[in-house]
């Protein structure tokens, strides 16, 4: 074949294949901004572990560089940088939002709610992820689970409690719905910076500090000045986000929708296997390596006083918002079936082999 | 350009052109055999599920066929269909191959084994997979998690067991190593078609018998014959498992083979939480309408003779094969650290608040 006769084949054929080629080569690249700091462990394992698979499962077609908060600055803002579109996707949790919108506080967990596999239960077939739609549809963002840290323990506390009394003036950094819950028992709750945990701790600025469970507090190191590990009630389930911006969603191929989407939900479930697996290794070194650390409950006078403050406060905010009334009437009606199911599976084995 | 150029054109355009675009268009059709049933729930769900996700994110560039028991006439012969080829896939449970290699026993559950959180944290963080490779790797098979049932029920029978006497000449239908664990008790084990089971028990066949749970028991009717139902201990989280020819795994594009990895892996996490659903609005409806159905426990006396036995059982494994030694290791040295964690969390919080 003559140079010239190839040369105008190759025009042709530029001409004729390359748009469906063009089309199914085509690399989107997307950004993913995270409230997390960078290399932060096991919530930021996720959004890697989730733009790995996509990657792979598109050969290369949907590329998600992450963002952590070193680099946009704004670990609260993830909820408008997907609104805005100024990223296209989030990872952060829902009830981070619930002051631009009471009705994002309940799809994260609640204080004496569901356990994890109960939670995921009643997203994907109890309506969860049809009532999460309806809140997030508003805001052209797309709301799914993103990743769960299973139980998470009640905190850390320099003095064991014993009665209502021990709660009264305990300054105790706990945020959000459980340190409102707290502070109707007359503890003080207060919010502080991670980084100054610690310190606040160790010179008596507060009494007390719940962070998350095993799998993150190892490293903190509160284990080495709070002798009482309190077991957990404020956050049975957290489940984290991942948040999609509706229009970008809209403008990918179908294929790379599904891989998306599965993606996400795979990661999801990876994190609460992983949050299972660095709880169950951490809580071993610090019983190992500490000894003193005693892992107590609350006695039942405490617990259910809490629950009587937690339970006024959910019908609270049912009576202002018929919209929070129909979310939690689904939270309440599906957990009552799913824990006596729970109570004769998991539970009923747990106790009757006296495991502990 | 005329007719002759455009034509010579195409000519090479296919050459030069086409391997590319044919090797991203191929459609590679695969045909999965499971053990179970046309429209058998939530077992069949999974691999539908599996074939959706893989059909959805590959754009229809793998298709896979699912041929059900009715349809292959071998529910146990899935094994072979895989190591031979003649299927490229499968989808069974690892406990059911002991007969060909009794280190396969050990990747489904085990009687007063994990539980599903667990157990997912040691497939994939605490050396299960690895394990698992080692003992396929010999047949050419990979194998992998296929969903997981959660928490088994202990069965139903129609007389109460208070004491050890009770399961003297017991006639129960309960196959496998649990059904040897009873034995030693002087139960009588048998294995029944699952069609004659509802007979079986009506006309005291048999005492007893096991299935799964509320999720796949109410249809079964036993409901009505049987008044006790007793929580589990011999399948706390049975594992189904998804089989892949290597051969035909290592011919699909790097694409391919994430997509199928990954659906597998989220339509096995997905089965553990329909599993968790249809168990809970089950087991709803039998207490709604059969309250004449009691759900007991078995006696300290009897679950701790039972526990006995099994881990001579075991043990009696472990002295015969140095693999299945270093299963066993590998599963109880994970378990104590993984249960630790459980009963700190899942299980402090379930007891505190006596949600029964």
């Known amino acids: 074949m003559k140079f010239k006769t190839f040369a105008a084949a190759m025009l042709v054929a530029s001409i004729v294949v390359s748009p469906l080629a063009l089309a199914k080569d085509k690399v989107y690249r997307w950004k993913l901004a995270e409230t997390w700091g960078p290399n932060f462990p096991v919530f930021g394992d996720a959004t890697k572990n989730m733009a790995k698979m996509v990657d792979e499962m598109s050969g290369g077609r949907l590329q998600i ?9 704004s670990a609260l803002g993830i909820f408008d940088f997907v609104r805005t579109g100024q990223y296209q996707m989030g990872h952060s949790a829902s009830y981070y939002w619930k002051g631009k919108d009471i009705e994002t506080l309940f799809f994260t967990t ?32 797309m709301s799914f689970p993103g990743g ?13 409690i014993n009665t209502l009394e021990d709660l009264q003036g305990l300054k105790m950094r706990i945020p959000g719905f459980a340190g409102e819950v707290l502070a109707k028992l ?41 002798p009482f590990y309190y077991t957990g009630w404020h956050e049975p389930a957290t489940e984290l986000q991942f948040m999609v911006n509706q229009k ?3 403008k990918l191929p179908e294929d790379l929708q599904a891989i ?8 999801a479930y990876d994190m609460y296997t992983q949050s299972t697996h660095e709880s169950a290794i951490n809580l071993a070194t610090i019983q190992q390596d500490y000894p003193n650390v005693k892992i ?30 129909k979310i939690l009437d689904s939270i309440e009606g599906y957990k009552a079936k799913a824990r006596q199911w729970t109570n004769f599976s998991d539970r009923a ?3 009757n082999f006296d495991s502990k």
């Open 260 to 267: 998306l989407t599965y993606a996400m939900k795979t990661a």
């Open 148 to 160: 769960n840290t299973g139980n998470q323990m009640g905190g850390w506390f320099r003095k064991e």
């Open 296 to 325: 107590r409950s609350f006695p039942p006078e405490v617990m259910n006083a809490i629950k009587a403050e937690n339970d006024k406060l959910l019908a609270e905010f049912a009576a202002k918002d018929p919209q929070v009334k």
């Open 110 to 141: 609640l204080p004496f709610g569901m356990t994890t596999p109960e939670q995921y239960a009643w997203f994907y077939h109890g309506g969860g992820m049809e009532l999460m739609k309806e809140t997030y549809d508003k805001y052209g963002i």
């Open 186 to 226: 007359g503890a003080k709750p207060t919010n502080i910076p991670s980084a100054e945990l610690y310190t606040a701790l160790e010179r008596n600025t507060i009494d007390a500090l719940e962070w998350v469970g095993p799998s993150l507090d190892l490293r903190m190191g509160f284990h080495k000045i709070a």
């Open 349 to 351: 084995y747990l106790d």
């Open 65 to 73: 560089r992450i963002d952590s908060s070193n680099k946009h600055k």
């Open 248 to 250: 970008a969603f809209d």
